[in-house]
């Protein structure tokens, strides 16, 4: 089984920064894709962004040129670097991770989550 605990969420103003984290345990081979998902209240949840075992990494559109997501394999640990954020960036933040070895930014590819890490962004 993998667990997934996010955390660095907060309220912050529009244009500033925040690092989510996400430590994951369990069998690496379960989740050879890692991925950072997002929802607002009354929204589906979306990819924001994916990173393999081997280091590949995808954004979505939307957080482009923004949002990195990175990883510590040492660590065991997944990053989402979110710069200049944007108060349509508010959401409900979850880690995910799956077996499969192409990363897919659907939430429905996924089969284990962490419990998500509320992120704020004020004007």
């Known amino acids: 089984q993998v667990l997934l605990v996010e955390s660095g969420g907060g309220s912050v103003q529009a244009g500033t920064s925040l690092r989510l984290s996400c430590i994951a345990s369990g069998p690496s081979y379960f989740r050879n894709c890692m991925g950072w998902f997002r929802q607002a209240p009354g929204k589906e949840r979306e990819g924001v962004a994916t990173i393999s075992v081997r280091g590949r990494a995808n954004v979505a559109e939307s957080v482009k040129g923004r949002f990195t997501i990175s990883q510590d394999n040492a660590k065991n640990t997944m990053y989402l670097q979110m710069n200049s954020l944007k108060p349509y960036d508010a959401a409900m933040y979850y880690c995910?991770?799956?077996?499969?070895?192409?990363?897919?930014?659907?939430?429905?590819?996924?089969?284990?989550w962490g419990q998500g890490t509320q992120v704020s962004v004020s004007s």
């Open positions: 995910a991770a799956d077996a499969r070895a192409s990363c897919l930014f659907l939430k429905d590819a996924y089969n284990y």
